[in-house]
């Protein structure tokens, strides 16, 4: 694959992390900034909202990574591998070849393949909140860590991250896209490249859109993304299996969208990784 040279859009890990295994002292005060405040800072978890602090249960102890309890985090189940590759509901032991429940099996989804790790219900729901509308940023890293330990033999076989884009003053007033900041640190994990070719175009967010209008709104929610002057459109530069990234998915619409456009673009496959999978309605 050719280097990737689109800087700031394509971050290539490499560089993303040269800064801090250049500069071990500097890894060291921000690890010790950051133990001094969980330290000297209460804070609650995320889903039962009980105090966390390392006095409680010990130095370290008290609270997960998440943010959560002992007790909340036990309640998240996350997702095992036997999933109708469409839609991610739960199939039987034996599931038919092409991994595909019944709804899904006359499907022509332009996703290949969906990866999903629990559903999005208490507490998760609540750490999801937090993340995209709380100002938890901080979440993105082990948010992203709970996709890798799930899924990172599918997450290797991709060439290329592509995180679902926000709107730009949705964008503006969050001061992040969440997806991307999911991307980003999984690019750091499995050491490949993320792209933002796809561009959203205003429009009500799909969380506050009637179920049965998001495909429709979906359809007309993305545009490839085009640099100035003819002829300078995003390419894939060759990389043919992308993995798009998203924080929840419910209706599958804007992945779908995402993946049309990918594949139009060049994607012979696009895999689909989410954090939280609202369960559709039984067929
Ligand atoms: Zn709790
Ligand atoms: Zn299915």
């Not at 709107?167 to 792209?195: C, D, M, T």
């Not at 429009?203 to 359809?219: E, H």
């Not at 992308?242 to 895999?271: F, M, N, P, W, Y």
Request: proline share 10%.
């Amino acid at each position: 694959m050719p280097p990737v040279t689109d800087y700031p859009h394509n971050i290539h890990p490499s560089r993303a992390t040269r800064s801090r295994e250049d500069s071990p002292w500097l890894a060291f005060c921000q690890r010790l900034v950051r133990d001094v405040m969980d330290f000297a800072l209460p804070s609650a978890c995320l889903g039962c909202e009980n105090d966390l602090h390392p006095l409680l249960e010990g130095r370290g102890g008290s609270q997960t990574p998440l943010r959560l309890c002992r007790q909340c985090r036990s309640l998240l189940k996350r997702h095992g591998p036997v999933r109708c590759r469409h839609c991610a509901r739960p199939v039987a032991h034996t599931p038919s070849p092409s991994r595909t429940c019944s709804p899904c099996s006359r499907s022509n989804s332009a996703l290949d393949d969906l990866l999903t790790c629990f559903d999005y219900r208490e507490p998760f729901d609540q750490v999801i909140r937090a993340f995209k509308f709380g100002g938890f940023r901080v979440l993105a890293k082990p948010l992203a860590r709970e996709i890798w330990d799930l899924h990172a033999e599918r997450l290797n076989q991709a060439d290329v991250f592509v995180p679902v884009p926000s709107h730009w003053k949705r964008q503006l007033g969050r001061g992040f896209n969440p997806p991307y900041e999911i991307a980003r640190h999984l690019g750091r994990l499995s050491q490949k490249p993320v792209r933002q070719p796809l561009q959203r175009l205003a429009g009500p967010p799909q969380s506050k859109v009637a179920l049965d209008q998001r495909r429709r709104n979906a359809r007309r929610a993305f545009v490839w993304r085009n640099r100035r002057g003819p002829g300078r459109g995003w390419s894939l530069e060759g990389a043919s299996r992308v993995l798009l990234i998203d924080d929840v998915t419910t209706t599958r619409a804007t992945l779908e969208s995402c993946a049309r456009l990918l594949k139009r673009h060049g994607a012979q496959r696009v895999t689909a990784a989410c954090l939280g999978w609202t369960p559709p309605p039984d067929p």
